[in-house]
């Protein structure tokens, strides 16, 4: 129930606000043009927030991610908002430079290009030389007035919020509206100070210094502020522009190669990866010089990774998760893929729905088996990841941002590759990384240990289980207990035979693969170029018995 000193201060708070009242006329003006009262298509939607500016075409490309929040056509027509506006005048831009530099920009640049580069509703992109150096850079300039704008227009989103705060509910359909605008405040933010775009160059272009051919712009510090960027400038061709790249002789499939690996290490190893890999981020510029090519070497190019705004952080137990992921679909493993879902989502708390584990893992196994018998090539990754996102929903779980922007943007760089060759698949991208990382992050002496200490414990646990048995039906014979038995096989005494044996394997298994460890591990003699012959093949033997007991599990003996 509302109380009345929060009516007033709403109240209040709107009496005060003497810009709202011609802001909130645009936006009721611009929803009666949208005629929304009819029903709003996603394709309307899209029109409504281009039409109504810079902050809800930001709303819209964050909600583009939340297919949680809004159906996955919504999600899909909201990842084509690109806020591309028509330049303010160049004396605007000269005006915010001379506050910058002390009254005078031509201390900093000798000359500035008049015509923008690029136009967008937060900033404008200027080609412009250094005073000092003769280098060539690009200059990014917040447009006046964008921060007050956006300001504003948070605060009428947020009046609404308290408005409805009023009635007890901020819930419309389970979209929990002040969850939005928080997300909306931290971004735009965040999007509105270049400093954080500047520090984002310089961590993104550490991570990508190791990769041969694949590189960002370099930030200029020492010109720039929250209002002003100034980068490297990159010439080169747009990977929007596929027919020209071909015509400069660069090989579409191998730079297309090159950007997959480098996102799947930005996300597994860096864990701080470009959120927006759409074909417009992308520049390709020659890798050789003039002199090279004439001596008939071939360019391979340069891939530059550009606009590094909008930027995805996981944490090293996310990235732990995701590459198990990965690993879980390559190895059609459904129990695990569905235990790693529980693990990093959480169960949605809504009433009348609940956590259905069984439904969960019988829908991801129908998943995995329906695309591993389709060739990756010809698969559509953004169906399998909207098919992923709904099994998750329908089994009322709830992934973290983190990871639906990791699939937006890998739904994004599968359109990019496309454009590029259609030869180019992500998944068989994935897969090809998952076994280089694993080959070149294996230890054996680690893997052993790890190995010999998953064994130990399952065998501790296999010791224990005669008594835990006991403990079972110890309970249930005093009534402390109800055992419900669901039994659908036709002769269920030789199923629990079968069981029985494998345990056995296993616990052989395991007394081999500790006994041959330890072996191993103490030196101990007669050794075969250099490796004790003991632990050697006790090591190989306790291997092709487990390989042995997984054949035998998948026939069903």
């Not at 090159?258 to 799947?264: D, H, P």
């Not at 005093?478 to 419900?484: N, V, Y």
Request: with cysteine.
């Amino acid at each position: 129930m509302a109380r009345a000193k929060d009516v007033a201060k709403l109240l209040r708070g709107g009496v005060n606000d003497k810009t709202s009242p011609a802001r909130l006329a645009e936006i009721m003006k611009a929803l009666r043009h949208a005629e929304i009262a009819k029903g709003i298509t996603p394709e309307k939607l899209v029109s409504l927030l281009e039409e109504l500016g810079p902050t809800f075409i930001k709303l819209g490309q964050i909600l583009s991610a939340r297919s949680d929040m809004l159906p996955q056509e919504y999600c899909n027509a909201l990842q084509t908002l690109r806020s591309s506006t028509t330049p303010e005048p160049f004396s605007l831009v000269e005006r915010r430079l001379r506050d910058l530099y002390d009254g005078d920009w031509h201390d900093v640049f000798s000359d500035i290009a008049a015509e923008p580069l690029g136009s967008a509703s937060i900033a404008q992109v200027y080609k412009a030389t250094l005073a000092e150096s003769g280098e060539t850079v690009a200059i990014k300039i917040r447009r006046d007035h964008v921060r007050q704008d956006m300001v504003r227009d948070i605060a009428l989103m947020r009046r609404a919020s308290d408005l409805l705060n009023l009635t007890g509910s901020t819930m419309i359909q389970g979209v929990d509206i002040n969850v939005v605008i928080d997300e909306l405040d931290r971004t735009v933010r965040e999007e509105i100070d270049f400093n954080v775009e500047r520090e984002n160059l310089e961590r993104f272009g550490r991570g990508l210094a190791t990769e041969p051919g694949v590189t960002c712009p370099k930030a200029y510090d020492e010109y720039s502020d929250e209002t002003v960027l100034v980068m490297e400038f990159v010439d080169g061709l747009s990977l929007e522009h596929v027919d020209e790249l071909r015509e400069a002789g660069y090989n579409l499939r191998e730079i297309g190669d090159r950007i997959a690996n480098s996102f799947m290490r930005q996300m597994v190893e860096n864990g701080f990866y470009h959120a927006d890999p759409h074909s417009a981020n992308f520049i390709v510029r020659p890798a050789l010089s003039d002199e090279e090519c004439a001596a008939g070497k071939k360019d391979p190019g340069e891939v530059v990774w550009i606009d590094c705004g909008m930027m995805g952080e996981l944490s090293p137990y996310e990235r732990r998760l995701f590459f198990e992921m990965m690993k879980a679909m390559i190895a059609q493993d459904s129990h695990r893929l569905t235990n790693l879902f529980v693990e990093w989502g959480r169960v949605k708390d809504m009433p009348g729905k609940s956590f259905d584990y069984s439904a969960l893992l019988q829908d991801l196994s129908a998943l995995v088996n329906r695309y591993s018998s389709e060739d990756a090539h010809s698969m559509d990754v953004a169906q399998l990841l909207n098919d992923i996102m709904g099994i998750l929903d329908h089994a009322n779980v709830i992934m973290p941002q983190s990871f639906v922007m990791l699939v937006r943007g890998l739904a994004s760089l599968q359109g990019t590759l496309i454009s590029l060759s259609p030869e180019i698949s992500i998944l068989a991208v994935v897969e090809r990384y998952v076994k280089s990382y694993f080959v070149r992050n294996f230890d054996l002496i680690d893997e052993a240990e790890d190995r010999v200490f998953t064994s130990m414990a399952a065998a501790d646990k296999a010791l224990h289980l005669p008594e835990r048995i006991s403990n079972v039906l110890d309970m249930t014979e005093k009534g402390r207990l109800r055992i419900k038995f669901d039994v659908e096989a036709p002769r269920p005494m030789e199923k629990i035979g079968h069981i029985i044996d494998r345990l056995s394997l296993s616990m052989i298994t395991a007394g081999l693969f500790v006994g041959s460890s330890l072996i191993y591990s103490a030196g101990m003699e007669p050794k075969l170029f250099g490796v004790p012959v003991i632990g050697f093949f006790g090591f190989i033997g306790a291997a092709v018995l487990s390989v042995y007991i997984v054949v035998k599990i998948r026939k069903g003996q």
